[in-house]
C-alpha cells in the first residue's frame, strides 16, 4: 500500500522575486514560515504558480535546494520538475532527489504533446530513475494535453507513480473505476475541493493557500473530520477571492495579491507581467470583504 505524500492542503508557491528580477531567497525563506506557521500540509516548489518556465534548469534547482534547507523536513517538500522533453525532465527529477525533495509534481508534455501512449512511456522513464514518489499532473488548460482514466489507470501500476493532480474533474470518477485503489488524487482546482474530497479525494494543491493557508489546509481537515457543514461554509467563503485570483493569467493576481499583503514578492517574468490596474483594484475589495489586512 503506498502511502501519501500528504493528505490536506499543499501550496502551490510563488517565486519571489527581486526589483531586478532575480530570485529572492530571503523572501522565498519568509513565505516558507508563513505557510508552516499556518498549518500547511505540504509545499509545491516550482510548479505553474512558481513560473516554472522562466527559470534556467540551474536556478530552477537552486531554488528547489534552497526551499528543501528552509524547510528542513517540517513538511514535504515537493519539486514540480516536468518537461515537455523527457531528457530535461528526467534531469530536473534526478537533481531534484539530490537536492533532498520529498517527491515530484510531473507535468504532462505541453506544445509538442504526444499520444496516451506517448505519456506512459514519457512518466514511465521518468519514474525508472527516481525512488521518488511522482504526482501527475494533469491540467489541459495549460497543456492542450489530457491524461485519459485509461492511461492513467496504466500509469497507476507503476509503484512510484503515486497519484495525480487533476484539474479535469469531470473524469475523475471513470479514472476512479480504474486505477489502483492506493493512487492518490488531488484538485488542482480551488473552487473544487470538496468535489475532489466527496470522489475520494486526498485534498488540494492551491493558488489561493499562498494568502490563506490556514483557510486551505482548514477546509479539507474540516472535511476529513467530519464536520461537512463546517467545510462547505469555508469553501464558499472563499469563492469570491478565487474568482479574483484568476480574473487574469495565474499567478498575475496572486502575486499582486501577496504585494497588497506587504509580502513584496516581485512582478512575474515575462512573459507575465505585472496586475492591470483593474485587477488590482478588485483585489483590493476582495482581500478587505475577505478580512485580510497588510502585514504589520
Known amino acids: 500500500m503506498r502511502e501519501p505524500v500528504f493528505r490536506g492542503a499543499a501550496t502551490a508557491l510563488v517565486t519571489p522575486f527581486t526589483p531586478t528580477g532575480e530570485v529572492n531567497y530571503e523572501k ?15 509545499v509545491v516548489i516550482l510548479g505553474t504558480t512558481g513560473e516554472s518556465p522562466t ?6 534547482m537552486q531554488v528547489i535546494a534552497k526551499a528543501v534547507e528552509f524547510v528542513h523536513g517540517r513538511i514535504p517538500v515537493i519539486a514540480g520538475a516536468g518537461s515537455n522533453s523527457t531528457v530535461e525532465a528526467i534531469e530536473q527529477t534526478r ?31 521518468i519514474a525508472d530513475i527516481t525512488r521518488l514518489p ?12 489530457n491524461i485519459s482514466p485509461e492511461a492513467a489507470a496504466e500509469m497507476s501500476r507503476v509503484e512510484n507513480l503515486v497519484g495525480i493532480k487533476e484539474c479535469n474533474l469531470e473524469q475523475v470518477g471513470a479514472m476512479k473505476c480504474l486505477v489502483e485503489p492506493d493512487f492518490q488524487f488531488y484538485t488542482g482546482e480551488d473552487a473544487q475541493v470538496i468535489p475532489m474530497l466527496a470522489w475520494g479525494g486526498l485534498g488540494v494543491i492551491s493558488v489561493m493557500s499562498n494568502v490563506i493557508p490556514k483557510d486551505t489546509h482548514d477546509l479539507t481537515a474540516q472535511w476529513f473530520a467530519g464536520d461537512l457543514q463546517a467545510a462547505r461554509t469555508t469553501q464558499l467563503k472563499t469563492i469570491p477571492l ?47 470583504e475577505y478580512g485580510l489586512q497588510p502585514r504589520s
Open 95 to 125: 537533481r531534484s532527489e539530490d537536492v533532498g525533495a520529498d517527491a515530484i509534481l510531473s507535468v504532462t508534455p505541453y506544445y509538442n504533446k504526444t499520444s496516451q501512449q506517448g505519456l506512459v512511456a514519457h512518466f514511465t522513464a
Open 28 to 42: 522565498l525563506s519568509e513565505l516558507l514560515e508563513f505557510q508552516i506557521a499556518e498549518g500547511i500540509d505540504a
Open 55 to 60: 527559470l534556467p534548469t540551474d536556478e530552477h
Open 242 to 288: 478565487i474568482k479574483a485570483l484568476f480574473s487574469e493569467v495565474s499567478p498575475i493576481p496572486v502575486k499582486e495579491a501577496l504585494n497588497i499583503l506587504g509580502w513584496a514578492v516581485g512582478e512575474p517574468r515575462l512573459p507575465l507581467i505585472g496586475a492591470s490596474s483593474a485587477t488590482k483594484t478588485l483585489l483590493r475589495k476582495v482581500l478587505q
Open 134 to 145: 511522482i504526482i501527475l499532473y494533469n491540467v489541459p488548460g495549460r497543456t492542450s494535453m
